[in-house]
């Protein structure tokens, strides 16, 4: 048999990280209702802080817990949007085709 070649790679080779946004809180939730969710930092992956009119990301992607529940990581899917407690990471786009993940990022 052919000896097995090992690449390692940076997270960041493979995938966009990035950061919940802190704009994501009970008074921007009151000023922008819509049935977007923004999704807890939690533990449990179905808790929702609040709905918006918009969101940050479409299609599929991981999210993470940073503080408290630190590491526990989920798969979200559709329009949604993490807040500043979570991460959240997208397959870079020339490992999309590749991926089970294949989300975006909106602007």
């Known amino acids: 048999m052919p000896e097995a070649r090992v690449r390692q790679f940076a997270v960041s080779e493979l995938f966009n990280v990035f950061r919940g946004n802190s704009k994501y809180i009970k008074t921007y939730y009151r000023e922008h209702p819509g049935p977007y969710p ?37 798969v979200r899917e559709g329009g949604s949007l993490p807040p500043a407690t979570s991460g959240c990471s997208s397959p870079r786009r020339s490992l999309r085709s590749a991926s089970t993940l294949g989300s975006s990022r909106r602007s």
């Open 38 to 74: 923004v999704y807890s930092a939690s533990a449990d992956p179905s808790l929702v802080h609040g709905t918006v009119d918009g969101y940050d990301f479409d299609g599929r992607y991981l999210t993470w817990t940073t503080n408290g529940y630190a590491g526990f990581t989920f």
